[in-house]
């Protein structure tokens, strides 16, 4: 059975949470405060923890940031009323999976978290290499033969997602719903320019393409023979 760690101090939303994820199958452990939040996401094992920021005894993200600092890499949904972009960015560059802000439909918290889940399955590896090329998702660090690489939050994030599938074809649509979390109708030329922007970085000097284009489909990571 999936394992849910629910952090949320506000006791009508955090019973209502937790009755409503309890009957769709999950078993969901909730606390009401920072420090117990924190403690049991560091002592046990959790397939997703869904975190307010706003708490008392720790804050949201100054847990999350802990966690990630310590190798914790559990999938999470940070769930607030704080909305604005700057939270937004800030829970994503710290390691966040997702970003649910108040007030929410259930049925989309509950989308989110299965898009996290299958997201989560994909792999562990805190370090991913293809060729010379690595990624270090702890550090949020990217080297090319030992050069490092300089990208922006997003430009990695996109870069983690292909490396994870690396040989599979990934769609748009797919990399819309789950890098940018967004529908995939207005973020078409959005991808492609950051397809291009990770291309410009990775293949300079002459080096080999790998991010190649499934025409009519998206896009497969690899190092080709």
Not at 174 to 182: S, T, Y
Not at 202 to 214: N, P, Y
């Amino acid at each position: 059975m999936v394992r849910i760690l629910l952090v949320e101090d506000e006791a009508k939303v955090r019973r209502g949470l937790q009755r409503g994820l309890e009957e769709e199958g999950y078993e969901v452990v909730a606390v009401d405060n920072g420090e117990d939040g924190y403690r049991r996401a560091s002592d046990e094992r959790f397939d997703c923890i869904v975190l307010d920021l706003m708490l008392p005894g720790r804050d949201g993200l100054e847990i999350l940031r802990e966690l990630r600092t310590g190798g914790n890499r559990t999938p999470t949904m940070i769930l607030t009323a704080r909305g604005t972009v700057d939270d937004r960015v800030r829970g994503l560059d710290w390691g966040a999976d997702d970003y649910l802000p108040k007030p929410f439909a259930f049925a989309e918290l509950l989308a989110r978290i299965r898009a996290i889940l299958r997201r989560g399955a994909v792999g562990t590896e805190t370090v991913l290499r293809a060729g010379d090329l690595m990624l270090d998702c702890l550090h949020r660090r990217v080297a090319q033969a030992e050069q490092v690489i300089d990208l922006t939050a997003r430009e990695f994030e996109l870069l983690e997602y292909l490396m994870r599938r690396s040989g599979e074809v990934v769609t748009r649509d797919m990399i819309a719903r789950d890098v940018w979390r967004e529908p995939a109708g207005s973020m078409t030329n959005v991808i492609d320019v950051y397809i291009n922007y990770l291309r410009t970085k990775l293949e300079r000097s002459g080096r080999a393409r790998l991010i190649h284009t499934v025409r009519g489909v998206g896009y497969r990571f690899g190092v080709e023979e």
